[in-house]
């Protein structure tokens, strides 16, 4: 998942800050593996990261976001395809097979 992501970055003009800077304010877009990286008070326009503030691992990260909307499914037999746009979990089998 972070090679292609750092790879579409690269490929956009976009370089990784050196790790003594891994907490500069000074960056066009944040990707991180944890929810807690992330200063939401600090980012600021036209900034961006890939979590979202305030909602915690299970709605805050995509991932966490999209295992509760597919478990729908189960609960209350909602396709997740009528109001979810696809996604593709990396770490799933069944998904790299889609």
């Given at each position: 998942?972070?090679?292609?992501?750092k790879a579409a970055l690269s490929d956009w003009g976009?370089?990784?800050?050196?790790?003594?800077?891994?907490?500069?304010?000074?960056?066009?877009?944040?990707?991180?593996?944890?929810?807690?990286?992330?200063?939401?008070?600090?980012?600021?326009?036209?900034?961006?990261?890939?979590?979202?503030?305030?909602?915690?691992?299970?709605?805050?990260?995509?991932?966490?976001?999209?295992?509760?909307?597919?478990?729908?499914?189960?609960l209350d037999g909602v396709d997740m395809r009528t109001?979810?746009?696809?996604?593709y979990l990396l770490s799933e089998p069944g998904d790299?097979?889609?």
């Amino acid at each position: 998942g972070n090679r292609q992501v750092k790879a579409a970055l690269s490929d956009w003009g976009m370089e990784p800050v050196p790790d003594q800077d891994i907490d500069t304010a000074h960056y066009d877009v944040r990707w991180t593996l944890s929810h807690d990286d992330i200063n939401f008070p600090a980012v600021a326009p036209p900034q961006l990261v890939n979590h979202f503030p305030n909602s915690g691992v299970e709605l805050g990260a995509k991932v966490g976001l999209h295992r509760n909307v597919r478990g729908l499914q189960w609960l209350d037999g909602v396709d997740m395809r009528t109001f979810f746009p696809r996604m593709y979990l990396l770490s799933e089998p069944g998904d790299m097979q889609d």
